[in-house]
Structures are given as structure tokens and as C-alpha cells.
């Protein structure tokens, strides 16, 4: 069983900034590509922040190019979002996504964090 846990969302004031992390744990042999996507209040879908492929390789939303930065530590399997400049309209839910292979041969799998609330607000 493979778990994605967040941590590090909150209430930050307009141009203040955050660090989320996510942590993957459970029965692991290859995490391709890691991300963050958010969904903001009253929306249903997720929208795609930022993503890491295990060789470094990094893209981002339109929105946020500049302002975020998403990393990741292959030997932990832990990706974090470095988010500065915060606006109001990116308050959201920050979820966690990692495609996670279990063992080798195996294709991998798309498994999601529960979500951590950052709030962007005077």
C-alpha cells in the first residue's frame, strides 16, 4: 500500500509565501513523475500546479511560473512547492500526485495525497 501525506499549508497574508511538502510511503520501487494540483473553493476540478520528473525536469502552470517551485528528493521520495508571492486566488486545496510503480515490471499507478488548505488572505 502506497500513502502520499501533505503537510505545510495555512493562512498567509497577500505576498507572503509557503513550503508544502509530500512524502510517499508504503511498498515503493519507482516514482516517475511527481506534482502538486490544487482546487480552489467552489470548483470541482483540479486544476495542475507543478510537476517533477525524477530526473529534475520541471513545468508549471501559467499562473504560477515564477512564483512556485517545486522540488523533489529522490531518496526520500518526498517532492515539496516552494510558493511565493501568494495571491488570494491561489487559495485552494494543494494535493499531492505521484506515478508510483510497486515493484518491478509493474506499470505505475497515479495515487493522490488527502490535501492540505492554503488560504491567501488579508
Known amino acids: 500500500q502506497v500513502q502520499l501525506v501533505e503537510s505545510g499549508g495555512g493562512l498567509v497574508k497577500p505576498g507572503g509565501s509557503l513550503r508544502l511538502s509530500c512524502a510517499a510511503s508504503g511498498t515503493i520501487f519507482n516514482i516517475f513523475n511527481m506534482g502538486w494540483y490544487r482546487r480552489a473553493p467552489g470548483k470541482q476540478q483540479r486544476e495542475f500546479v507543478a510537476s517533477i520528473t525524477s530526473y529534475g525536469t520541471t513545468n508549471y502552470e501559467d499562473d504560477v511560473k515564477g512564483r512556485f517551485t517545486i522540488t523533489r528528493d529522490n531518496a526520500k521520495n518526498t517532492t515539496s512547492l516552494q510558493m511565493n508571492s501568494l495571491k488570494p486566488g491561489d487559495t485552494a486545496v494543494y494535493y499531492c500526485?505521484?506515478?508510483?510503480?510497486?515493484?518491478?515490471?509493474?506499470?505505475?499507478?497515479?495515487?493522490w495525497g488527502k490535501g492540505t488548505l492554503v488560504t491567501v488572505s488579508s
Open positions: 500526485n505521484a506515478e508510483i510503480a510497486t515493484r518491478l515490471g509493474a506499470w505505475d499507478v497515479d495515487y
